[in-house]
């Protein structure tokens, strides 16, 4: 969060406050500064002008009537530049405490990482673009052997996402109480968000739920980045699923199902870490390298592939381009 105007502000007053002889001696500085200015401005104007005795008194006066009014224009001018620059301040502060309020609730919407257990490792990271992102994760324990994932981009960003993204984790949970199908899921959270939203803005995701006795993983992939299953004998691109999240009202997708082994790394993100990488490194290449590395742990995983994003080239070489960053990761153990 930036305060730098405000703080600027304080550092003006402060400075004041230290110095309580400077006002004082500047504005000496600029009567000195007037009154030779003044005093040339007169000289020029009897040398080319050449005035008679009463002309000269006449002369003086307007080269001073000119001054004072030169100085009174300063001072009216900068009076109001100083009540422009200070309601700007004043703005800018309101409009920092908005965006830090938005980010403080944004944060308390992200849940707290299932813990190590059952034979399952969970990790999770989120790194805003900006003070505020558009990028969401969500576990629910949708009974005491079922783990529902979500990872989400809501499209846009700032306060309009934070609000957005609250609306999406209150459907999402509320909607999880009905079903732990994540097609259905899918489904009926793309209804409620496009009869709030009517398609702008629209959530990119992947819902899937992981069967812990079962040892099973059954996704919905609604137009985002293909999650990864890392495995002994290959990977798969998680892929199957339908449209974005709110774009229509009545919305199918479908699911699928897959099994789990021991070793078995599954790995969710936002388009900020696909597109952080090029055709000279692409992502796939680069977190099959991270995880295929040596035996790591799922916070491991998830740690090298955000360092490894915010190393990498962004689209095509854009400049200064950013975007929300976003990893979960679950290994099977």
């Given amino acids: 969060m930036n305060h730098t105007l405000p703080a600027q502000q304080s550092s003006t007053s402060q400075s004041i406050l230290d110095h309580p002889s400077r006002p004082l001696a500047q504005s000496i500085g600029v009567a000195i500064v007037f009154f030779a200015l003044a005093g040339s401005v007169e000289a020029l104007l009897i040398r080319i002008v050449q005035p008679t005795e009463m002309e000269l008194d006449w002369v003086s006066d307007v080269v001073l009537s000119a001054a004072?009014?030169?100085?009174?224009?300063?001072?009216?001018?900068?009076?109001?530049?100083?009540?422009?620059?200070?309601?700007?301040?004043?703005?800018?502060?309101?409009?920092?405490?908005?965006?830090?309020?938005?980010?403080?609730?944004?944060?308390?919407?992200?849940?707290?990482?299932?813990?190590?257990?059952?034979?399952?490792?969970?990790?999770?990271?989120?790194?805003?673009?900006?003070?505020?992102?558009?990028?969401?994760?969500?576990?629910?324990?949708?009974?005491?052997?079922?783990?529902?994932?979500?990872?989400?981009?809501?499209?846009?960003?700032?306060?309009?996402?934070?609000?957005?993204?609250?609306?999406?984790?209150?459907?999402?949970?509320?909607?999880a109480r009905e079903t732990s199908s994540p097609a259905v899921l899918a489904a009926?959270?793309?209804?409620?968000?496009?009869?709030?939203?009517?398609?702008?803005?629209?959530?990119t995701c992947i819902i899937a739920r992981i069967e812990l006795q079962e040892r099973t993983l059954t996704y919905t992939n609604a137009g985002h980045p293909a999650g990864l299953l890392f495995r002994d004998c290959g990977g798969l691109e998680l892929r199957e699923g339908g449209m974005p999240l709110g774009l229509f009202g009545d919305t199918p997708f479908?699911?699928?199902?897959?099994?789990l082994a021991a070793g078995d790394v599954c790995v969710f993100m936002t388009d900020g870490i696909t597109e952080a990488f090029d055709e000279r490194s692409p992502v796939r290449a680069v977190v099959t390298g991270?995880?295929?590395?040596?035996?790591?742990?799922?916070?491991?995983?998830?740690?090298?592939?955000?360092?490894?994003?915010?190393?990498g080239h962004s689209p095509q070489d854009v400049d200064d381009w950013t975007d929300d960053r976003t990893v979960v990761v679950v290994r099977a153990v």
């Fill in 254 to 259: 479908d699911e699928a199902r897959l099994e």
């Fill in 290 to 311: 991270i995880v295929r590395g040596r035996p790591r742990r799922a916070a491991d995983i998830c740690d090298a592939i955000m360092a490894r994003a915010g190393d």
């Fill in 188 to 203: 009926r959270m793309s209804k409620t968000l496009y009869d709030e939203w009517h398609g702008s803005p629209y959530v």
């Fill in 68 to 175: 004072l009014g030169t100085a009174v224009y300063l001072w009216l001018h900068l009076r109001v530049t100083r009540l422009a620059l200070t309601e700007r301040e004043r703005s800018q502060l309101v409009i920092q405490t908005q965006l830090s309020l938005a980010e403080a609730m944004q944060r308390r919407l992200l849940p707290s990482i299932p813990s190590t257990g059952a034979g399952f490792e969970w990790a999770a990271s989120l790194a805003p673009a900006w003070q505020i992102g558009g990028d969401f994760y969500d576990f629910v324990e949708s009974s005491v052997n079922t783990r529902l994932l979500l990872i989400a981009d809501v499209s846009g960003k700032g306060i309009s996402a934070a609000m957005a993204l609250a609306l999406l984790r209150f459907t999402f949970r509320q909607l």
